[in-house]
């Protein structure tokens, strides 16, 4: 009964019979009921903007390349161009490209590095109104079952979403690039 009176409260479009049809016709397309957007949904549009393409560039000697090109996302830190990505997508590579989400290129120049949490910070010559810096939380008052949500631009194909959860706090995990790092959050 409980289940029944769940599904009568979901807003679908009526069903209508399709004993009358012509089965050579093609079945009558159910319009979709508009519904407010999920958290998912607005945390990916307010999110994505502010998310970018980082493609490495082979470095080159004069007799060998010593890197593949590779791939990774990256985020914008601030109006200033600063971008902030993962160290193990720069380590060892003769350079760097940004791809903003309105799809401009950007040569990028290596800021900083920072061994222990695995972060790199690049910057570019973007205009500010071309920037839009990602929202900045806490992670503090964190605790194991709370939803996540990692909004990405994967191999340059696109922004995507994944959703999970948090699985574990105060986690050391070995990085790519055989360091320990401290403090991470687990996510399933």
Excluded at 157 to 184: E, F, K
Aim: charged content about 20%; hydrophobic content about 40%; proline content about 6%.
């Amino acid at each position: 009964g409980r289940l029944l009176s769940l599904a009568a409260e979901i807003p679908f479009a009526p069903r209508t019979s399709d004993r009358y049809l012509n089965p050579s016709a093609p079945r009558p397309v159910v319009e979709r009921v508009p519904s407010e957007p999920t958290l998912a949904q607005r945390i990916f549009e307010d999110a994505r903007a502010s998310v970018a393409h980082v493609t490495t560039l082979p470095r080159r000697t004069e007799r060998t390349i010593d890197a593949l090109a590779g791939t990774g996302s990256g985020l914008v830190w601030d109006s200033r161009g600063h971008i902030v990505t993962s160290r193990h997508v720069i380590e060892n590579v003769g350079g760097a490209n940004v791809t903003l989400s309105d799809g401009s290129q950007w040569q990028a120049k290596l800021i900083g590095v920072d061994d222990a949490t695995d972060i790199a910070v690049l910057q570019i010559g973007a205009r500010p109104d071309q920037l839009v810096p990602i929202r900045v939380g806490t992670s503090s008052d964190l605790v194991v079952g709370m939803s996540v949500f990692s909004v990405a631009c994967p191999y340059g194909l696109g922004h995507s979403l994944s959703t999970g959860s948090i699985s574990g706090l105060n986690r050391s995990i070995q990085s790519t690039i055989a360091r320990v790092l401290h403090g991470t959050i687990q996510t399933d």
